[in-house]
């Protein structure tokens, strides 16, 4: 195993609590900067509690602004992992899906993601070229969303037609080769300015580090709005983007041996044989938003969301070493089992309509800031059959050469899902330094699932309410404390396969009966913390606790025994931590921090010998840092610095085999080139893995298989935007 100068739990601790606590005194020393447009005065689409900034909610929410993205070189979401101590990667292959967890838990990508505060399918490629910022909402969204991981929720903002004329050209350079061009073009029209337009379209040839990955993606989107009148605003935009790219199948363990990530190439794919195709992501997006103002103090709001997703989901997948009769890893001697594995003309189909009034009232001593609403949505996916087929033995140094057999062979799962949401959030202003808080959201979903040869049928309707409560303080009136408790709501049903019994409940007495429901999985959550905000400085801490029930399946198990399986209610998994926040600003620079220690556990398993052990692919210790500082003298010139660390995850379920730690150092330079009347040039340049770390990024356990992801090899960056 590999091993890295480790970041003790002992001085991680101290150095947040002195980081933090040394930031009011700091922020008294530091010269008074000018700052427009503060993150933290922001109100958040998915906050839950309307038009309130961000800095006096009661939680902690992220927001990362574009040009945040472009300076750090992000361009898709699994890049959010080096931006905030609190969200991790969850497997994280090249040319795939983004897959995040925040707080240690997992997202899903169907139900944890918004758009412009709508829900979304994030079964696919996300583009980013055509967003103004990204959202992470940390821990617990009962009251934002019916059913969801109780890591919390990614929301994705839409760029809209700027008050001002905006032309801005770019071109980027990185990897081996990757060039992307890209245009940002806004204008008003008429004589009053009433009719906004917004034009983004990008073209990227992409060759990454990884070798045999090469693909292409474009981007076009486009937003309008009108203003009817002072009190009525139509919006309404569409996004078309597509992605073909090589995906990546992960390393493995060899044997019972953990691979040392120096004696592995991160730029070997596997998936190189000539037979290999591209993972074909071919997206459309499109909204329709209405706001009228009813008053001084109400306004309605209605919102509409579409989105359709093709996917031709495409991999030599490694998987198992049949040789020795192992399926969970590769094989001692690197050999593996190579599958043919090919979906195509997958169809995911989602629409949202959310109808909302918000607005301000007085009973008696108290303020109310109201939100209420319904929302209604509907998901459905439509497969074909797959191939998924033995293709040979391949090895890890990618050599092997292997026989295609795209045979469809294999049923896949289509899937019909209903949701009707109610939900009401009060924000009460009992005095002038207390405030209160509360939300309850009501769903009823409907959810049915079939094979594709019509087997397998499930179906279920079901009701689960969520509430939330909360109470703040003003300490002063940079210095807030605040408490909050809350549930949040996950859905399952038992798989409709023999060993769990049929439907008419011939199985176990107790726990799930095959293609029925089972009882909602509810999470709770309990969080305290602090957060203070000024010019130039804005800092939080907070703690949380959160469990999550853990469900599991009993009995030998055999599709070949009716009712010899039962899934049922198996102890929780419990999530401690303490997170830390800072955003420093000074003349000429500044420093955002972040910090989490986390203890992931499992508790009052029937099986005592999983009590106490740590989560899978889950790092406990994690520090995020990003410096900025212009160059005196030199004016527009400004140098930047990052830092990410991880602490070890377990790769096992047993926790026999960790991989270690390890820290990587990010630079850069942006350049602001005045030209003539209001033209500029903005250069940046990069290098990401500046020391060219090698280690294992990540160790999800997916599909029953343990996988390995190695950190991206040194990389260098550059890009220019031209604006007109």
């Known amino acids: 195993m590999t091993t890295t100068t480790p970041i003790s739990k002992k001085s991680l601790l101290a150095a947040t609590a002195a980081f933090i606590c040394g930031t009011a005194a700091l ?152 060039a992307e061009a890209t245009l940002d073009w806004s204008q008003r029209f008429g004589e009053t300015q009433a009719f906004g337009l917004r034009i983004n379209a990008a073209a990227a040839e992409l060759k990454p580090q990884l070798r045999d990955a090469e693909g292409r993606s474009h981007l076009l989107a486009m937003a309008g709005d009108w203003r009817l009148s002072p009190d009525t605003l139509i919006e309404a935009e569409f996004e078309l983007n597509k992605q073909s790219q090589p995906s990546q199948p992960g390393m493995s363990m060899l044997g019972d041996k953990l691979p040392d990530a120096k004696d592995f190439d991160p730029r070997i794919n596997l998936n190189n044989q000539s037979w ?87 009973t008696g001593s108290i303020t109310h800031q109201i939100s209420t609403g319904m929302l209604l949505s509907r998901f459905d996916s439509r497969f074909q059959k797959q191939a998924y087929n033995w293709a040979g033995t391949g090895t890890v140094d990618g050599k092997a050469i292997t026989t295609a057999d795209p045979s469809l062979t294999d049923e896949n799962t289509n899937r019909d899902e209903r949701s009707s949401e109610f939900y009401l959030s009060d924000a009460m202003q009992l005095s002038a330094d207390w405030q209160a808080w509360a939300g309850l959201r009501h769903t009823r979903l409907q959810r049915d699932s079939v094979r594709t040869d019509g087997s397998r049928a499930t179906g279920y309707t079901q009701n689960i309410t969520t509430p939330w409560l909360g109470l703040s303080y003003a300490i002063n009136s940079q210095l807030m404390a605040y408490t909050s408790w809350g549930e949040g709501v996950e859905s399952e049903v038992t798989p409709n396969r023999k060993r769990y019994g049929d439907a008419a409940g011939q199985g176990f007495p107790s726990g799930g009966t095959a293609g029925q429901a089972l009882p909602a999985l509810t999470s709770r ?85 999983l009590n106490g052990l740590k989560s899978e692919n889950v790092a406990e210790r994690s520090l995020r840092l990003q410096a900025r500082q212009d160059v005196p003298g030199l004016v527009g010139l400004q140098f930047q610095a990052g830092l990410v660390y991880e602490g070890p995850r377990a790769v096992l379920a047993n926790n026999s085999v960790f991989i270690p730690g390890w820290t990587r150092l990010d630079a850069g330079a942006r350049f602001e080139q005045a030209l003539m009347g209001r033209q500029m040039l903005v250069w940046r340049v990069g290098v990401d893995n500046l020391a060219d770390k090698r280690a294992w990024k990540e160790s999800p356990f997916q599909f029953g298989h343990v996988y390995l992801y190695p950190l991206t090899p040194r990389t260098f960056r550059a890009s220019l935007e031209y604006h007109l």
């Open 525 to 609: 959550q309990f969080e305290i913390g602090l957060k203070a905000g000024s010019n130039t400085v804005d800092w939080s801490l907070n703690w949380f606790n959160t469990s999550r029930p853990k469900w599991a399946d009993f009995g030998a198990c055999d599709d070949s025994v009716p009712g010899s399986c039962v899934r049922r209610a198996d102890g929780i998994n419990r999530h401690q931590g303490l997170e830390a926040q800072a955003d420093l600003k000074w003349a000429g620079g500044g420093l955002l921090a972040s910090a989490m220690q986390l203890k992931a556990r499992r508790e009052n398993s029937a099986d005592a010998t």
């Open 27 to 178: 922020a008294q020393n530091l010269p008074t900067v000018s700052v427009s447009g503060r993150a933290a005065d922001t109100p958040s689409q998915i906050g839950g509690f309307g038009e309130i900034p961000v800095a006096k909610l009661p939680l902690q929410l992220s927001l990362i602004s574009s040009e945040r993205l472009l300076d750090a070189g992000i361009n898709a979401l699994s890049g959010l992992t080096a931006l905030d101590a609190s969200v991790g990667d969850a497997y994280n292959a090249t040319g795939y899906v983004s897959y995040l967890k925040v707080r240690g838990f997992d997202l899903d990508n169907r139900f944890n993601y918004r758009r412009d505060g709508l829900p979304i399918n994030a079964e696919t490629a996300l583009p980013l070229g055509n967003k103004a910022s990204v959202e992470i909402l940390k821990g617990s969204s009962g009251i934002q969303a019916g059913t969801s991981s109780p890591g919390g929720l990614v929301n994705l903002l839409v760029k809209r037609p700027t008050a001002q004329p905006l032309t801005v050209l770019g071109f980027a350079l990185s990897e081996r080769g990757t």
């Open 276 to 362: 290999t195709q591209p993972v074909v992501f071919d997206n459309r997006h499109a909204s329709l938003r209405l706001t009228q103002k009813l008053s001084a103090d109400w306004h309605a709001q209605a919102h509409l969301g579409l989105q359709r997703l093709k996917t031709d989901d495409r991999l030599a997948y490694a998987y198992g070493c049949s040789a020795a009769d192992v399926y969970d890893r590769y094989c001692a001697d690197g050999s593996f089992d190579m599958y043919d594995f090919r979906s195509e003309n997958e169809r995911r189909n989602s629409g949202a309509l959310d109808l909302s009034l918000a607005g301000k009232l007085v």
